[in-house]
């Protein structure tokens, strides 16, 4: 009974077993290290045979989710180049979408921040175009001009959880985030992207509070 990967990432929650490395994620994790030339997908993939033969096995349901569950959760926690490149790729979501730099979409923008015409989505807006442009510092003050003047729009801790993310500021990050997930509503997507943001950045703290000598 094979799953495919976004399976195995959208059933991840919050309230994962959060035991010592299993052997099995340690296999999992061996076997990540030394692919080659190929995407994250493609590498946790090619390294699930064990785990899958495994829960093939189960015939409940709900067992067979929370194997699941634990599994990504202890990616996360435990495999460091699996972590790397998760995080490599959360940092990279606006990278490559150059192409949505529509000058009129841009300039049909700036007059209806200048109006004040629903100033805070707006804002937002404005603050990816800034992002895509890389112009990091001008997005922050978008998005905070944003959050002042209404703090019940969704998408807008999600943007300055990135930037947060992005200048390793994670614990800012994670309270962003936290923001982010509270105003989300009965979505299992928008939860899971929560829940597994929420838990990486986590595990940053904890890993840059260790290497700076904090236990």
Do not use: W
Request: glycine letters at 2%.
């Amino acid at each position: 009974m094979k799953k495919p990967l976004y399976f195995l990432l959208l059933l991840l929650v919050v309230n994962c077993q959060k035991s010592k490395q299993p052997s099995i994620v340690q296999n999992i994790c061996e076997c990540y290290k030394i692919q080659k030339d190929v995407g994250m997908d493609s590498k946790l993939n090619n390294c699930l045979k064990d785990f899958n033969n495994r829960i093939a096995q189960l015939e409940n349901n709900e067992l067979i989710k929370q194997e699941f569950e634990t599994l990504a959760f202890n990616l996360i926690s435990y495999c460091e180049e699996y972590q790397y490149d998760f995080n490599k790729m959360k940092l990279s979501i606006y990278k490559g979408r150059e192409e949505l730099l529509n000058i009129k979409e841009k300039d049909s923008l700036e007059n209806l921040i200048k109006n004040q015409e629903n100033l805070s989505i707006n804002l937002s807006k404005s603050a990816e175009f800034k992002i895509i442009e890389g112009n990091l510092d001008e997005a922050m003050q978008l998005v905070n001009r944003s959050i002042k003047i209404d703090n019940q729009i969704q998408i807008s801790y999600y943007i300055r959880s990135f930037l947060h993310h992005k200048n390793g500021e994670f614990q800012k990050a994670i309270d962003d985030i936290i923001s982010f997930g509270n105003l989300t509503e009965n979505d299992e997507n928008a939860r899971f992207a929560f829940e597994l943001t929420k838990h990486n950045l986590e595990v940053k703290v904890k890993k840059t509070k260790y290497n700076n000598g904090y236990k």
